[in-house]
């Protein structure tokens, strides 16, 4: 199969459930998306967003009210969920706690009626896959969080599909065994070449491991790209402010003495690089790792804040100042915790921020969400 | 003191509860096993003499004078086993189902069915058997209905069968193997039934495989309560069964309150209470080994 070969695909996707309060609400506002071979994609969203909601219609737990979901080019509609090509990691795990954990990883084969010596050697490959072979008599109740999320994976991929579904799978871990399940996920969807769509509303989890991240909002893509991408050049503030830190402001762009600045209605002057377009309505992003402290000497390539130290968070290799800006927005600087510049800082301290003007994000203003 | 303030304490709290059940319980038990061995008063009432003849009469021994062997007892014991295990497959193929059905429901009518399933509880149970009568009997609303349709030519007398002890029983205990089968039911996670349809397992699978087997307690708890009540019911076999079909419970209350033979009463109250005791402890172990294995 050639890297471009389209494996799934989701056109103008729309689904409403009925709303508790009455009237409906809409999941899915017209989504399309297609996943290309061997691809790990992310959707990212907050919840509510629809993410779930569009996995569920890949993996056919929900019917679409318009649009349609191709898997390896075949319509889906009212294809029921054991008809489908695609394997899914639940969220909660969904482990049959009745059987052990060669049971439920060669559930698939015992239902297709796979032949058992084909069904033991391939149980037995997938669960070498994840790190538990000498597992198979357990019960789920007796394996740990993390093992249980290796057995949910194991029963998801022994099918072979051409697509995994994973439903925020690592949200019941913590943090330690997160980062390591995440690296292991990656290479595991290496190794298979199967295509991953996973499910996050984590954005460090979704930019450490994603090809491609889609992020969702209100039922709609707010933009789809590479984690650089959405995090360089987000196209929207709410994407801008979904991934990654920063802080945002808003404003007109005027010129000051010449050259352009960001004038917010609270009255904030934030410096903007000569390519400004002067007129127009603008965010500024500005990340942690954007600011430092102002050198002494003047620097027309810096733009400079004023700012009072409100609190600083060490954070092992830097440490997180949070700063207070005029009008009252809070600011985060990250600055090197090694650095012994700064151990003078101590909170209540004015501090002059700096940061390069022709490189912050401008963000045209346009509409909501588009 | 070995005996901590603590445990003390605790006792001393139980010790209403205790008292309370040890009276009230236990106490009726111990009168029933005691006077099961005595020899029956001529009017009622017990000789406080001991007496084995009462069990002679039903298990097989007799002294050949006043008291007499009779396998006709065990007969009825059979019977009763046999409509109780019919009861008990009857009842649950209907509750399963609409267990299932009831789960399916959105909420605000899952409450409402339950509801109206256990409403009939609201009722005495003599006038609902009575109307069961009215159903049943020749000229009964079932005739005259299925004679009217033409479906049958004369009327079916199902009155005073063993048959009509059976829908008695099962209408009377049907709440009993619905309610802790819909509890099962309703708890079982939903997530497994779409973790099997993922894998590729059809409905007839899932629901083998997975449905069935979580929900098991339910099911052994609803036979469980349905079977024991079902062997010891009198009223049904009395209003539905006539004198054709007589149960161990109608033998039981016989003995009491015509034949005023206590002690031989008692011997048969033990004599089941055994019996089932046996059955229930094999059967729960079965159940056990069935979840080991699986």
């Not at chain 1, 009455?22 to 999941?27: F, L, M, N, P, S």
């Not at chain 1, 491609?212 to 893509?221: H, S």
């Not at chain 2, 030519?153 to 005073?160: A, G, K, L, Q, T």
């Not at chain 2, 046996?278 to 059967?283: D, V």
Request: one cysteine or more; proline letters at 5%; a neutral charge.
């Amino acid at each position: 199969m050639r890297q471009t070969d389209t494996i799934a695909e989701v056109k103008g996707a729309v689904k409403s459930f009925a709303a508790p309060e009455g009237g409906k609400v809409r999941a899915l506002d017209g989504i399309s998306l297609e996943i290309l071979h061997g691809q790990f994609v992310t959707l990212l969203g907050p919840s509510g967003c629809g993410k779930t909601t569009l996995l569920r219609t890949i993996s056919g737990f929900e019917e679409l009210d318009a649009g349609e979901v191709r898997i390896a080019g075949v319509k889906m509609t009212n294809v029921p969920p054991h008809r489908r090509p695609v394997n899914t990691v639940f969220q909660n795990y969904a482990l049959f706690p009745h059987l052990s954990v060669d049971d439920n990883v060669g559930y698939g084969l015992d239902v297709s009626g796979v032949a058992r010596n084909e069904r033991d050697r391939r149980v037995n490959e997938a669960l070498d896959r994840v790190g538990l072979s000498g597992f198979g008599l357990r019960k789920p109740d007796q394996l740990s969080g993390g093992q249980r999320q290796r057995v949910a994976l194991a029963r998801a991929i022994i099918n072979r599909p051409k697509l995994l579904l994973l439903d925020e799978p690592l949200s019941a871990l913590d943090r330690n065994l997160r980062q390591t399940m995440q690296l292991e996920l990656k290479s595991l969807q290496n190794d298979l070449g199967i295509c991953f769509l996973f499910v996050t509303h984590d954005q460090e989890e979704a930019l450490t491991m994603s090809d491609l991240v889609v992020i969702l909002n209100k039922g709609q893509i707010e933009q789809t790209g590479t984690p650089e991408e959405l995090y360089h050049q987000p196209a929207t503030p709410f994407v801008a402010e979904f991934v990654g830190d920063g802080s945002l402001f808003t404003g007109r762009i005027e010129n000051t003495s010449d050259r352009p600045v960001l004038k917010t209605n609270d009255g904030l002057c934030l410096p903007l690089g000569r390519d400004a377009r002067v007129g127009e309505t603008a965010t500024l992003l500005l990340r942690p790792e954007h600011l430092r402290l102002a050198p002494d000497q003047n620097d027309e390539s810096l733009g400079i804040l004023e700012a009072t130290l409100e609190q600083s968070v060490f954070h092992g290799a830097i440490r997180n100042y949070i700063c207070r800006l005029s009008n009252g927005a809070l600011l985060t600087v990250a600055l090197d915790a090694s650095d012994t510049a700064y151990k003078r800082i101590t909170t209540g301290d004015q501090l002059r921020l700096a940061y390069p003007r022709n490189l912050p994000y401008l963000i045209k203003q346009s509409g909501n969400g588009t | 003191m070995a005996l901590n303030s603590r445990t003390r304490s605790l006792l001393l709290l139980l010790s209403p509860a205790s008292i309370f059940l040890g009276i009230f319980f236990l106490g009726p038990l111990i009168i029933m096993v005691i006077f099961s061995f005595l020899e029956p008063g001529l009017y009622g009432g017990v000789e406080w003499n001991f007496y084995h003849w009462n069990y002679g009469r039903i298990l097989g021994w007799a002294d050949g004078e006043w008291e007499e062997f009779d396998p006709v007892y065990a007969a009825i014991f059979l019977r009763s086993v046999r409509i109780a295990f019919i009861n008990v497959i009857v009842t649950l193929l209907i509750c399963y189902p609409t267990a299932l059905w009831v789960n399916g429901l959105p909420s605000r009518w899952r409450t409402l069915v339950v509801f109206i399933i256990t409403l009939p509880f609201f009722v005495s149970l003599v006038v609902r058997l009575f109307c069961w009568v009215l159903i049943l009997r020749p000229s009964g609303f079932m005739n005259s209905i299925l004679l009217g349709l033409g479906i049958i030519s004369e009327p079916i007398d199902i009155i005073f069968t063993e048959t009509a002890v059976l829908i008695g029983m099962a209408y009377v205990l049907l709440p009993f193997m619905f309610l802790p089968i819909y509890a099962s039911v309703e708890k079982l996670d939903h997530s497994l039934v779409e973790a099997s349809s993922d894998l590729g397992g059809g409905p007839i699978q899932t629901f083998f495989r997975i449905t069935l087997p979580l929900t098991l307690p339910g099911v052994a708890a609803g036979a469980i309560l349905v079977f024991i009540p079902s062997l010891g019911n009198f009223i049904v076999p009395d209003l539905l069964g006539g004198a054709k079909v007589l149960m161990i419970g109608n033998l039981v209350e016989q003995q009491f309150l015509s034949a005023r033979n206590w002690p031989f009463g008692s011997a048969l109250s033990v004599t089941i209470m055994l019996v089932m005791l046996t059955l229930i402890i094999l059967y729960l172990r079965r159940l056990k080994r069935m979840e080991i294995n699986q």
